[in-house]
């Protein structure tokens, strides 16, 4: 697309990067996510690599041209989608013969047409254009495709919901991947009630919440799977209790069973710069509790094994503390900047020594506030209470 045009990045960030986001895959464009390399070198990288392919003819540039011959040349016809302002189609009420247009050479392909005065339209019709596309390519022609079960398969959900988390202005988070030794393969609607029958409503939001009520957060079906994205940015005017309010939340179920999400620390919402040590023992009781219900209703075996990795991010310069003030400890801080624990478990064992699953995931966090170690009979009581709390 034509880059440095302020109209254009409007149409960028309103439209293009969402619909890309709700189709479920990680946008990509050279003057944002460049490595460093010369810029022509990344597009060709980029074109290469990518699943899919979004180009925008708006004001006849050059270089789109120019891109979607290589695209086009590299085989990848199936994997482009092209775009253009509506004034470029001659039989717009408002196309100009001596205006800019889309050249003949394409004008034959399909093209989804955009109104500057209803991004919001175009945003829902490029969604489904991606989805449906997706849909129809083979597995493996893509190396940032995300239903890639490579290990590092969730990096690119990563990377796309660090920048969900960032709009809202926000940088800390909890992050929980977790993943089947054997893949399943369900459908839409079934990982919908799944996770819908095993969220656990005993402290704040639900990891994996369902705001199924809010249009722009409830959850959407992807080609893959399911994903919810829910950014939260409230004004101290706008809130009962006089304070901004600034959360996030995403998180993807796929048809195979892995499931990831990112939430924004709830620390942020009430302390600055800290660590409540109570409430990640909740958090983390909460995703492995969450992640036992899910499997179980989805159908895996007590002897189905999965992994589940926890990672902590931005913490360098936080203290740790106690939201339970009758708990509180002498403030510890950390120069870390993330700890990331994996298990390997099934689900009968889970559910059978949960209290020292969480105990393997808490400690490497814990230790790196000052050697912090929290001893064993208060993290059974703490574990005890949130699981009791469930049967209340």
Request: with cysteine.
């Amino acid at each position: 697309m034509q880059i440095g045009n302020p109209a254009m990045d409007r149409v960028y960030d309103e439209a293009i990067e969402p619909a890309i986001r709700r189709a479920g895959f990680s946008p990509r464009r050279v003057d944002r996510h460049n490595q460093g390399d010369l810029l022509k070198s990344e597009i060709v990288k980029f074109i290469e690599a990518s699943q899919i392919i979004v180009a925008d003819l708006t004001n006849e540039r050059p270089n789109c041209y120019l891109e979607i011959g290589y695209a086009m040349g590299l085989g990848k016809k199936k994997h482009l989608i092209l775009t253009a302002r509506e004034d470029h189609h001659h039989g717009s009420s408002n196309y100009r013969p001596d205006g800019p247009k889309v050249h003949f050479d394409l004008e034959g392909y399909s093209i989804v047409f955009w109104d500057p005065d209803n991004l919001e339209a175009f945003t829902e019709d490029l969604a489904r254009v991606i989805a449906s596309r997706a849909a129809i390519i083979q597995p493996g022609e893509g190396a940032l495709r995300l239903n890639d079960r490579s290990s590092n398969w969730h990096l690119d959900l990563r990377a796309l919901a660090e920048t969900g988390i960032a709009a809202v202005g926000r940088s800390a988070y909890m992050e929980v991947t977790a993943e089947p030794e054997t893949a399943g393969s369900w459908s839409q609607h079934e990982l919908l009630e799944a996770l819908r029958d095993s969220s656990i409503h005993t402290f704040g939001w639900p990891i994996g919440v369902m705001l199924e009520n809010v249009p722009e957060h409830r959850p959407r079906p992807t080609a893959d799977g399911i994903l919810a994205e829910v950014a939260i940015t409230t004004d101290a005017s706008e809130n009962p209790f006089g304070q901004d309010r600034r959360s996030y939340d995403y998180w993807k179920l796929f048809r195979d069973g892995r499931f990831y999400t990112l939430l924004s620390l709830f620390e942020d919402e009430r302390a600055d710069q800290a660590v409540f040590f109570d409430v990640r023992i909740s958090r983390v009781t909460e995703s492995l509790l969450l992640l036992t219900r899910l499997y179980r209703r989805l159908g895996l075996a007590d002897t189905d094994r999965f992994r589940v990795t926890i990672r902590h991010q931005g913490l360098a310069g936080r203290s740790l503390r106690a939201a339970n003030r009758t708990r509180d400890l002498h403030a510890r801080e950390t120069h870390e900047e993330a700890v990331e624990t994996s298990i390997s478990v099934g689900l009968s064992d889970l559910e059978s020594n949960l209290t020292s699953y969480v105990k393997e995931i808490i400690d490497p966090l814990f230790m790196v506030f000052d050697f912090f170690e929290l001893g064993t009979p208060i993290l059974e009581e703490l574990v005890d209470d949130f699981v009791n709390d469930l049967v209340r």
